[in-house]
């Protein structure tokens, strides 16, 4: 099922109008929905701004008070989700397999086509989608000998404690997996005795 989450981020202030409910109400009935029925919502709403040719409606929905925390728990919460496996088996297939037409390969390699000043890869391409509470980052790189590595990080931290400690050091893993042959090891060698 496609999800519109761009529209969903208006459903707040659309549900207030809409409904005539106060934020808080609308805060309790996004909770509320189902996936099915917080979809729907969202489809109905991107189908409401497709058809606005004078963008009345971005103008009225795109407000302040959408963007408090507590939505954007509940957005974290009801967005599309997989395993950080999937997700590494969907951005190795996108880039080995024939899984995107190809009209739509050089677009989307636009979009994550990292432009690294490294000589070492042919290829660096990177997808985030991190929120209050989520850290979500996939990447695939593949060096000029052709070996190829995908790698994935979810994190899901409510409090948000732990999100900017992560987000700067991830940097630096990163930096080290890929320049440290000893680092990249010790990685590899944890990951296997953990996954076992």
Do not use: C
């Not at 805060?27 to 004078?54: P, Q, V, W």
């Amino acid at each position: 099922m496609i999800q519109a989450f761009s529209s969903a981020i208006l459903m707040p202030t659309y549900l207030k109008d809409s409904h005539g409910v106060t934020m808080r109400q609308a805060a309790k009935m996004m909770k509320n929905f189902s996936y099915g029925e917080y979809t729907a919502k969202a489809i109905e709403i991107f189908d409401l701004l497709r058809s606005d040719n004078e963008g009345k409606w971005i103008k009225q929905l795109n407000r302040r008070a959408r963007g408090r925390w507590k939505f954007q728990r509940i957005w974290s919460e009801k967005f599309p989700r997989s395993t950080a496996k999937e997700y590494a088996l969907l951005i190795k297939s996108i880039f080995e397999g024939n899984r995107l037409h190809e009209d739509a390969r050089p677009i989307f390699n636009d979009l994550i086509r990292l432009q690294v000043p490294d000589p070492q890869f042919a290829m660096a391409a990177q997808k985030g989608g991190s929120s209050l509470s989520i850290i979500n980052l996939a990447m695939y790189y593949e060096d000029l000998s052709g070996s190829k590595t995908e790698m994935v990080l979810f994190v899901h931290d409510p409090p948000g404690g732990e999100q900017l400690w992560i987000e700067q050091k991830l940097v630096l893993f990163i930096n080290q997996y890929f320049t440290n042959k000893l680092f990249r090891q010790l990685v590899k060698q944890s990951f296997h005795s953990k996954n076992g």
